[in-house]
């Protein structure tokens, strides 16, 4: 089996399959599933380890999502979402998700949503723009896709005014100059 190659060059092993578990005869209770596993409490507060639970969940997700795994992807979103409420990450990725699956309006919400939250908050760990320039690129992609221009273009220039280049770009693509400042 050839191995593949990580950034940086360094050799990576394949994964290994992550082994099932036997269906239990009707009445018997299974084990957790993978995902049940990794699964914080509900209820768990914003502390140290929870923190983490949420950063861990949200990488997982990611990771389903790249392997194709959009529906597991999705259901580990949802949970996220029900126990980190606070955490914009987890609604910009189940926006994009809803865009993997082409439920637009789903999408459109989940970006809303982001923008009415803004950027997580710290101890969180969050990439810069998903509650603001990325949610309105975003929104700019879906208006644009769904033939109506104007609201794209007017997405596109918030995120440009946010110093989001590629948002500015596609402003003009459309006939729209973004005033700035």
Same mark, same amino acid.
């Given at each position: 089996?050839?191995?593949?190659?990580?950034?940086?060059?360094?050799?990576?092993?394949?994964?290994?399959? !992550?082994?099932?578990q036997p269906v239990p005869a009707t009445g018997e209770q299974a084990g957790p599933t993978p995902v049940? +596993?990794? $699964?914080?409490?509900?209820?768990?507060? +914003?502390?140290?380890?929870?923190?983490? =639970?949420?950063?861990?969940?949200?990488?997982?997700?990611?990771?389903?999502?790249?392997?194709?795994?959009?529906?597991?992807?999705?259901?580990?979103?949802?949970?996220?979402?029900?126990?980190?409420?606070?955490? *914009?990450?987890?609604?910009?990725?189940?926006?994009?998700?809803?865009?993997?699956?082409?439920? !637009?309006?789903?999408?459109?919400? +989940?970006?809303?949503?982001?923008? *009415?939250?803004? =950027?997580?908050?710290?101890?969180?760990?969050?990439?810069?723009g998903v509650g603001s320039f990325l949610a309105h690129y975003n929104?700019? $992609?879906?208006?644009?896709?769904?033939?109506?221009? =104007?609201? +794209?273009?007017?997405?596109?220039?918030?995120?440009?005014?946010?110093?989001?280049?590629?948002?500015? !770009?596609?402003?003009?693509?459309?006939?729209? !100059?973004?005033? $700035?400042?």
């Open positions: 089996m050839k191995k593949r190659k990580a950034v940086g060059d360094q050799p990576v092993a394949p994964a290994a399959p !992550v082994p099932r049940e +596993a990794f $699964m914080p409490q509900p209820g768990a507060v +914003a502390s140290a380890g929870a923190v983490d =639970e949420a950063r861990r969940l949200k990488e997982m997700a990611h990771t389903l999502r790249n392997m194709g795994r959009y529906l597991e992807a999705m259901s580990l979103v949802m949970e996220g979402i029900r126990l980190y409420p606070e955490y *914009t990450d987890l609604y910009f990725l189940f926006g994009t998700l809803n865009m993997d699956l082409g439920q !637009v309006r789903e999408a459109e919400q +989940a970006f809303q949503a982001c923008l *009415t939250k803004g =950027e997580a908050a710290l101890p969180y760990a969050t990439t810069q929104l700019g $992609m879906i208006y644009e896709m769904t033939g109506a221009p =104007e609201r +794209a273009a007017t997405h596109y220039c918030e995120a440009a005014r946010a110093g989001y280049a590629p948002a500015g !770009v596609r402003a003009r693509l459309l006939g729209k !100059v973004c005033r $700035m400042g």
